[in-house]
């Protein structure tokens, strides 16, 4: 059954750190019903339902996925995406990991792109300090989604936490209606 007019978050986290950023991103969201999940408790199914996905986790080490995320990857490469408008936020060390900064946004929106969906909610890169990432648009200028670095900028958090989903509000209202 498809859940219209209600938009679909799932994330994952081993510290916990991505769950606290999503608990906000919860608080501060206004759009519409959101239904929120654990990409442990994911199915091909559960993103049927939606045509307005939010997506968020980590990248560890050099360039992982989280490892909730890691271990649903190959059903996740074989979802549709075909109609469904997908925003994505993660988190990453820039300084640490500066090649790979955030670099499980784009390998989850890569898949999302194959398989016919529309990323929103671009991100822009100029106010990071990193070498490379995996989740820069074509043009570099921005991240396909919302990074967030808790372990340089927490300072930063919340009002890009805020700024993004103005964005994203934008975008999935314009879908809404």
Known sequence: ??????????????????????????????????????VTEASKEFFGQYDLLILGLSTWYDGDLQSD???????FSEIDFSGKTVALYGLGDQYGYHDYFIDGVGILAEVILRNGGEVVG??????????????????EECFYGLAIDEDNEPELTKDRIKDWLEIINEEFANRLA
């Open 122 to 139: 671009h991100w822009p890169s100029k106010e990071y300090d990193f070498t490379e990432s995996k989740a820069l648009t074509e043009d």
């Open 69 to 75: 995320w890691e271990n649903y990857f190959d059903e």
């Open 1 to 38: 059954m498809r859940k219209e007019n209600i938009v679909g978050l799932i994330y994952g986290s081993d510290t916990g750190v991505t769950e606290e950023i999503t608990h906000t991103i919860i608080e501060e969201w206004n759009l519409c019903e959101i239904n929120v999940i654990e």
